[in-house]
């Protein structure tokens, strides 16, 4: 389907009044579930079954980990990707794509936590929410596929740095804090140098290994549940004495309770805490619409769809609602999923049912297996987040930045260099104002090259 035809079906969709646009957007059970109907409805239900079914084996470890590496309770990964799977399946502009917790969101909301407490996430989000739907209603979505190709590539370079140096010290098995920014996490390994436990080492590359190559055998096979099954395995028996760091001894027991509302405190507001807000504001923005756009268009590439296509201003208003409602229930922040999203295609989903099966599907897993998931031991999370951060990193994409001109290429370094050395939307914003202020002289067309989306759970 040609750019000028999707163009097209989305402006049949969102040029009308403002009611009927609103009746659109609030319409579950919208064209995006048409390819039900083609052939065997029986089969293409199971279909999307399978795919939610296997979907939903991969998030489980991936969304506590990102949980965890955001300075949250693993739990809270497990219910807010549930739930925002569901809300995004019925309220989103994609047939395909699955919601969660990512890892760009992980430097955003650890830096929420160092600073201040949960209700603040939850009035922060709350904001982002409100502003994504707006966005949405007044038909934004194209402004986020302004952001050039070279900063998305590296922020997401950036980010994955920021989650590897975060993990380092669950891997190395030590047990002291090592503090949030980068050099603080370098001066606290060199400080807690002699307490480092090489059996953590070893679970946490041994995780790393099996995760990165059963994928490679097939992107079918969860391997994140099998890797987190062995790593429970090796500290509950061989290695139940090595002083292994547990889920449960760092945040408690996992409850299977899910269902807690978390309502916002409205913080005594100061010049500071304004600025902070509208900081964490733009970032959960920024985060929410660039990733959940880019997945978007992703998935409707990657599954050929013939159909309706993927309405970039109605899935701002399904971001802003799942920023709206998961942190109420105790989530935090999600957005697309890029690697779930290309598993859910490539296992057969054709539609959102996909999403609303794997949100179903996980908190009945997460609820029967609660007891043996706080038994994994910290150092799988690690290794988890390890193959996380450096799978994010596509070879084909910073290839397509670097055949493109020198200007690209170092607003690709500068973005990755402040991401680390600074945070995310400092990066990122800074790197926007010295596209827009020197585009104009420096930017060329690039060459004609082809990125194709890449299978791996890098998100």
């Not at 949960?118 to 986020?144: D, E, N, Q």
């Not at 059996?199 to 990165?212: D, E, H």
């Not at 391997?223 to 760092?250: E, F, H, M, N, Q």
């Not at 942190?327 to 598993?343: E, K, M, S, Y």
């Amino acid at each position: 389907m040609t750019d000028t035809a999707i163009t097209q079906q989305v402006n049949d969709k969102d040029n009308t009044d403002l009611r009927s646009r609103l009746l659109y957007y609030l319409n579950p059970f919208d064209g995006r579930y048409e390819d039900l109907n083609k052939g065997s409805k029986k089969l293409n239900i199971i279909r999307d079954f399978t795919a939610g079914l296997i979907v939903a084996m991969v998030a489980i470890p991936l969304a506590m980990g990102f949980a965890m590496a955001s300075g949250l309770q693993p739990e809270q990964g497990i219910v807010g990707g549930a739930i925002a799977g569901l809300i995004g399946a019925l309220f989103g502009g994609s047939k395909y794509q699955v919601y969660g917790p990512t890892a760009a969101f992980i430097p955003v909301i650890g830096a929420i936590m160092a600073a201040y407490d949960f209700s603040f996430l939850v009035f922060a989000s709350l904001i982002s929410g409100l502003v994504l739907i707006v966005m949405g209603i007044f038909r934004l979505g194209r402004l986020a596929t302004l952001v050039p190709h070279s900063i998305v590539v590296g922020f997401t370079i950036g980010i994955s740095i920021v989650i590897a140096m975060s993990q380092l010290g669950e891997v190395l098995g030590l047990k002291a804090s090592l503090g949030y920014g980068f050099m603080d996490k370098v001066n606290g390994i060199i400080a807690n140098f002699g307490d480092i436990n090489i059996y953590a080492i070893i679970i946490g590359l041994s995780t790393f290994v099996i995760t990165k190559y059963l994928l490679k055998i097939s992107p079918y096979i969860p391997a994140p549940l099998i890797a987190l099954g062995v790593a429970v395995l090796l500290s509950s028996t061989v290695w139940s004495d090595k002083g292994l760091t547990l889920i449960k001894d760092k945040y408690g027991s996992i409850p299977t309770d899910f269902w807690v509302f978390t309502p916002p405190t409205i913080p005594t507001l100061s010049g500071k805490i304004v600025m902070d807000l509208c900081y964490f504001v733009a970032a959960i923005v920024f985060v929410s619409a660039v990733e959940s756009l880019l997945c978007s268009r992703m998935a409707d590439r990657m599954a050929d769809n013939q159909g309706l296509p993927y309405n970039p201003n109605k899935e701002l208003w399904g971001q802003g609602m799942v920023q709206i409602f998961i942190p109420l229930l105790n989530g935090f922040p999600h957005t697309g999923a890029l690697a779930r999203t290309a598993t859910n295609i490539k296992v057969g989903a054709i539609s959102p049912l996909a999403g609303i099966f794997k949100a179903t599907l996980k908190l009945m897993m997460a609820a029967y297996m609660a007891t043996y998931l706080e038994l994994v031991p910290m150092a799988c999370i690690g290794g988890i987040l390890l193959y996380v951060s450096t799978a994010m990193v596509k070879p084909s994409e910073i290839k397509g930045v670097l055949l493109h001109n020198k200007f690209h290429i170092g607003l690709m370094i500068y973005t990755a260099t402040v991401v680390v050395l600074t945070d995310f939307l400092t990066g990122v914003s800074t790197a926007i104002i010295i596209y827009a202020a020197l585009y104009r002289f420096f930017d060329k067309p690039a060459a004609k090259t082809e990125i194709q989306p890449q299978l791996a759970v890098s998100d």
